[in-house]
Structure formats: C-alpha cells, structure tokens
Nanobody
Framework: QVHLVESGGGLVQAGGSLRLSCAAS????????MSWYRRAPGKQRELVAGIVRAGDTNYADSLEGRFTISRDNAKNTVYLQMNSLKPEDTAIYYC???????????????WGRGTQVTVSS
C-alpha cells in the first residue's frame, strides 16, 4: 500500500504564490513518474504537470510558464511551485505517482486525496 499526503494549499490573492508538496510513503520498490492534476469547479480533471525520475518535465499549455514541478527522489516527494496565480487556477489539486511496489510487480498508479487552492480576485 502506498500513501500520499498533499500539503501547501490554501487561500491566496490573485498574483500570489503557493508551493504544493506531495510525500509518498509505504511499500515503494521503485518510484517512476510523478504528476499533479487539478479539478476546477464545473470542469473535468486535467493534467497540470508531470516529471519523470531523471527530471524531464511537461506542462499544460495553459499555464503560460507560471508553474514549476520538481522532485526529491531521496524523499519520494514532488513539488509544484505556483506563481502569478489567477482566479481560474482555483481547484482541488491532486498528486499522482507511478510506483512499482515490489520487484517484479507491475507499475501502479496512486492518487492523493487532494488539496484545495483558492485564488481570490
């Protein structure tokens, strides 16, 4: 069993910044890709950013360079630095990790419960 704990969400004014963290624990033989998704009010869940073990990243086109994803492999933790926040960034942000729990097991996806980000105008 893999457990994810997200933190760093909250209420911030437009133009402000937040840093989200997601720490994974449990049975982890190998941690592969880590990513952040979000679900805004009235919209489907969407991919925000992803990062592979070696550090290559990808982002949603709509972010306009405002967000940065990073990871600490020694701590099995992924971060999302969010700058110049806009009201349309308001959403629940979810961490997802791709994990091989044990040697010779298949890679499995694990989701956090989410952390609320609210951006006021």
């Amino acid at each position: 069993q893999v457990h994810l704990v997200e933190s760093g969400g909250g209420l911030v004014q437009a133009g402000g910044s937040l840093r989200l963290s997601c720490a994974a624990s449990g049975t982890i033989f190998e941690m592969l890709a880590m990513s952040w998704y979000r679900r805004a009010p009235g919209k489907q869940r969407e991919l925000v950013a992803g990062i592979v073990r070696a550090g290559d990243t990808n982002y949603a086109d709509s972010l306009e360079g405002r967000f940065t994803i990073s990871r600490d492999n020694a701590k099995n933790t992924v971060y999302l630095q969010m700058n110049s926040l806009k009201p349309e960034d308001t959403a629940i942000y979810y961490c997802k990790v791709d994990v091989r729990p044990r040697a010779d097991w298949s890679v499995m996806d694990y989701w956090g419960r989410g952390t609320q980000v609210t951006v006021s105008s």
